[in-house]
């Protein structure tokens, strides 16, 4: 299963066969990177894009059992979603009355200084621009 062997094989270049020895090649460290690409004509993507299909199709069937997932993840009830919306609600009800304050406080202080330095800061609707 060296190099040589697989680059006889030129009409499976595109098999599933053909992709797994030279997956399994790279991952057994018989060949590196650049040997692959310079004596297959694989790009080192290519290569990472197959290393990850490899581990997804081959192995981690067999390194992690489908009962593992099942077991660890949370199943979403309806009684938890509802509490995390209330939750959510809450919180933007209490962001939206620190808002409102907030704006009444820059109304005020806006006000403060138009009355004490006799100077219009806000700018009223409706009025044109003078141009130069």
């Known amino acids: 299963m060296y190099i040589n062997v697989l680059q006889r094989n ?17 991952r057994a460290e018989i060949s590196n990177m650049h040997e692959i690409h310079q004596h297959l004509h694989i790009a080192p993507t290519e290569l990472r894009c197959l290393n990850r299909w490899y581990f997804k199709h081959r192995l981690r069937p067999y390194l992690f059992s489908h009962s593992f997932f099942k077991q660890t993840m949370k199943k979403k009830t309806d009684s938890s979603y509802l509490k995390a ?10 962001e ?22 006799k100077i219009p800061i806000l700018k009223k609707s409706g009025t044109v621009q003078p141009k130069n």
Do not use: C, G, W
Request: glycine share 0%; aromatic share 10%; no cysteine.
């Open 10 to 26: 030129k009409k499976s270049r595109q098999s599933v066969s053909f992709k797994r020895k030279v997956v399994e090649i790279y």
């Open 85 to 94: 919306l209330e939750k959510r609600l809450l919180e933007a009800e209490r």
């Open 96 to 117: 939206n009355k620190f808002l409102r304050l907030k704006a009444e406080a820059f109304e005020i202080a806006i006000q403060i200084a138009e009355e004490e330095f």
